[in-house]
Nanobody, 126 residues
Framework: QLVESGGGLVRPGQSLELSCTSD????????IGWFRQAPGKERERISC????????NYADSVKGRFTISRDSTTNTVTLMMNNLKPEDTAVYYC?????????????????????WGQGTQVTVSS
């Protein structure tokens, strides 16, 4: 039900903006998250936003470089990725939860999300 787009091949230091949309699931007032999975590694959580949008969290590996946002008008979730590094190479997934609610520094795990996209490949290489 979720569709990611915006992945591609970029050089180190460049930026990419990933988008996640849905035709039949509304992101407004829902917990959303971004995850990634590199070859040979487990899927890791990298960013999340709680339902009211007042709480956003980031993995240490992306903090200060990535920004999660939600546009209720277009029903789009975005992950802006700046200063990309080769270690950011992975398949990126967006996720959304129907009933999850939290605040503060809580960082939901993947098992707490109900819907997932199919993933979009991001490759950072010189």
């Amino acid at each position: 039900q979720l569709v990611e787009s915006g992945g591609g091949l970029v050089r180190p230091g460049q930026s990419l903006e990933l988008s996640c949309t849905s035709d039949n699931f509304g992101f407004h007032g829902r917990a959303i998250g971004w995850f990634r999975q590199a070859p040979g590694k487990e899927r890791e959580r990298i960013s999340c936003m709680n339902p009211n949008g007042r709480s956003t969290n980031y993995a240490d590996s992306v903090k200060g470089r990535f920004t999660i946002s939600r546009d209720s008008t277009t029903n789009t979730v975005t992950l802006m990725m700046n200063n990309l590094k080769p270690e950011d190479t992975a398949v990126y997934y967006c996720a959304a939860a129907v009933h999850l609610d939290y605040s503060g520094t809580y960082f939901p795990t993947e098992s707490e999300y109900d819907y997932w996209g199919q993933g979009t490949q991001v490759t950072v290489s010189s």
